[in-house]
């Protein structure tokens, strides 16, 4: 796996706090790097030097991007040196989990260390505290071949941990996190080794949020919905279950009212704003009927006023759609997760990222030659019919011939596998291949990293979507107005990344 060393230490305003006795020294830095995310370091070398020296401005939280010269200069005002490589004075070494340290350091070199192994979040911690706190619960244990074997053949419990991937047992030494550290989960074995998907230890918090990223969504409240998508996004991935709101103060996307929520959710188990929403008849009307595919708040309000309040009632309604139809039929079958290991032939959406399961099937298709793609799709979802693999059609455009609409063709529909009558979404897009990367880098996403490209894109005077990149036009006013014909043309999506200045970052890499 290639580890990016683009990295940058952003500040906060400055913090008065300091940590008294120590200084560090920061050995072999290596990251993927991935701005607003500190969850993404895989392996961080820090060197304790027991000096009393005090270090004033420190940053309150960081994060990373692609300008090594600023995160040495802030490290150095922590009182830092950067060395290029791990050395008998190494007395702690970081890891994000320990699949990524055993990929980095070799299990017998890791035998002879004689310092401490412990979760990079110790740092996010104590910098966010202003002071050093407790390694303790942030420690990453060693254990030899022998103890692993034995470990893994007792009944598993709720809180222990797993193994990593099989190719990895092959090191001379496993690890494992000790109790208040993540666990690498089981399935693992189902992921590539890059993919590793840490479990979520805050399911009480998540899934609240859950619940009202579908409720503003269903309501047309995107800007609220995208709030608690982010917030999600950034607590799932905790290494720690969250036992006081102190703990993620200063984590990106958290802000004031998220940390009432959590303190809420932490202390009653509950929280007064989803039980009011969920005792709203509107509302949770609303919502039921947003969840249908086809159905957006608007049809979805429009219903609840013609006195509709159950699905039942939606299947004699007549202004519904052929689509929705569809949806409200099948729609137990689409609310279900489709297991990663039922994906055989997938390469966008959440299976490319590496995720367990997949709300639907993304399929991106082009053809190297940039004119075989054209008729491609009809002729293709065909064959599928025949095969009794498609089964109900929801979108079916086709522009490649015609060359409208950047010639990209669509299918969204519902499919079965062989000896199922199970539905499950599926969208297939057909891109021409001077597009195709930005048809992959969209439909790959998540929603988080396709929003800021967007706006990367727009503050450099650009627009951005799944077909291509586009100089801004210059509207009355002097404001942007709407895209050129013209995109800039790139084969590549790293090329898409590297033109707007955001790090590269592998498919895996993109759960933001």
């Known amino acids: 796996m290639k580890l990016h060393r683009q990295t940058h230490l952003g500040c906060s305003p400055e913090w008065s706090s300091s940590w008294s006795h120590t200084e560090f020294r920061a050995v072999g830095f290596r990251f993927n790097t991935l701005p607003m995310n500190p969850r993404q370091v895989h392996i961080l070398y820090i060197y304790l030097c027991p000096k009393k020296k005090k270090m004033n401005n420190l940053c309150k939280s960081f994060y990373l991007c692609a300008l090594p010269k600023i995160w040495k200069q802030k490290l150095a005002q922590m009182g830092a040196t950067i060395e290029e490589r791990l050395t008998k004075r190494v007395t702690h070494i970081f890891a994000m989990n320990p699949d990524s340290l055993l990929q980095q350091i070799d299990g017998e070199r890791l035998s002879r260390f004689k310092g401490r192994v412990l979760l990079y979040q110790w740092i996010v911690d104590s910098l966010s505290s202003g002071e050093k706190v407790s390694e303790d619960m942030y420690d990453l244990k060693m254990e030899s071949e022998e103890e692993?074997?034995?470990?893994?053949?007792?009944?598993?419990?709720?809180?222990?941990?797993?193994?990593?991937?099989?190719?990895?047992?092959?090191?001379?030494?496993?690890?494992?996190?000790?109790?208040?550290?993540?666990?690498?989960?089981?399935?693992?074995?189902?992921?590539?080794?890059?993919?590793?998907?840490?479990?979520?230890?805050?399911?009480?918090?998540?899934?609240?949020?859950?619940?009202?990223?579908?409720?503003?969504?269903?309501?047309?409240?995107?800007?609220?919905?995208?709030?608690?998508?982010?917030?999600?996004?950034?607590?799932?991935?905790?290494?720690?279950?969250?036992?006081?709101?102190?703990?993620?103060?200063?984590?990106?996307?958290?802000?004031?009212?998220?940390?009432?929520?959590i303190q809420e959710i932490v202390t009653t188990g509950k929280l007064s704003k989803l039980e009011h929403f969920e005792k709203d008849e509107k509302v949770r009307t609303i919502s039921l009927f947003g969840e249908v595919w086809g159905i957006g708040p608007a049809t979805a309000l429009k219903l609840y006023e013609k006195g509709h309040r159950t699905l039942d009632d939606l299947k004699n309604e007549d202004s519904l759609?052929?689509?929705?139809?569809?949806?409200?039929?099948?729609?137990?079958?689409?609310?279900?997760?489709?297991?990663?290991?039922?994906?055989?032939?997938?390469?966008?959406?959440?299976?490319?990222?590496?995720?367990?399961?997949?709300?639907?099937?993304?399929?991106?298709?082009?053809?190297?030659?940039?004119?075989?793609?054209?008729?491609?799709?009809?002729?293709?979802?065909?064959?599928?019919?025949d095969m009794k693999f498609l089964r109900e059609d929801l979108v079916f455009s086709t522009h490649s011939e015609e060359g409208t609409d950047s010639g990209v063709d669509t299918y969204f529909g519902l499919c079965t596998y062989p000896g199922s009558e199970l539905r499950h979404r599926i969208d297939i897009k057909v891109y021409p291949r001077d597009i195709y990367a930005f048809g992959l880098i969209a439909w790959t996403g998540n929603d988080v990293l396709n929003r800021r490209l967007r706006l990367l894109a727009d503050s450099k005077g650009f627009r951005l979507d799944d077909t291509g990149l586009f100089p801004a036009t210059q509207a009355a006013g002097g404001k942007k107005g709407a895209k050129a014909s013209a995109s800039l043309k790139f084969n590549e999506e790293k090329e898409v990344f590297d033109f707007l200045g955001f790090p590269w970052l592998e498919p895996h890499e993109r759960n933001l």
């Open 148 to 261: 692993y074997e034995a470990e893994k053949s007792k009944p598993v419990k709720a809180e222990s941990v797993s193994s990593g991937d099989d190719d990895e047992q092959s090191n001379g030494k496993k690890m494992k996190s000790s109790a208040g550290s993540p666990p690498a989960s089981n399935e693992s074995s189902l992921l590539s080794k890059d993919s590793y998907n840490p479990p979520d230890l805050n399911k009480n918090i998540t899934e609240i949020f859950g619940k009202l990223v579908n409720i503003y969504r269903a309501l047309g409240d995107d800007r609220r919905s995208f709030s608690y998508y982010k917030a999600i996004a950034v607590i799932e991935k905790l290494p720690f279950k969250i036992q006081n709101v102190e703990q993620v103060k200063h984590l990106p996307s958290i802000g004031k009212s998220m940390q009432d929520h």
């Open 321 to 385: 759609t052929n689509a929705q139809k569809v949806g409200l039929k099948y729609f137990d079958d689409i609310r279900q997760r489709i297991p990663r290991k039922e994906v055989v032939i997938v390469c966008g959406g959440s299976f490319r990222r590496g995720k367990a399961s997949c709300g639907d099937l993304d399929v991106i298709i082009t053809y190297p030659d940039g004119n075989s793609h054209k008729g491609f799709l009809p002729k293709y979802v065909k064959h599928l019919k």
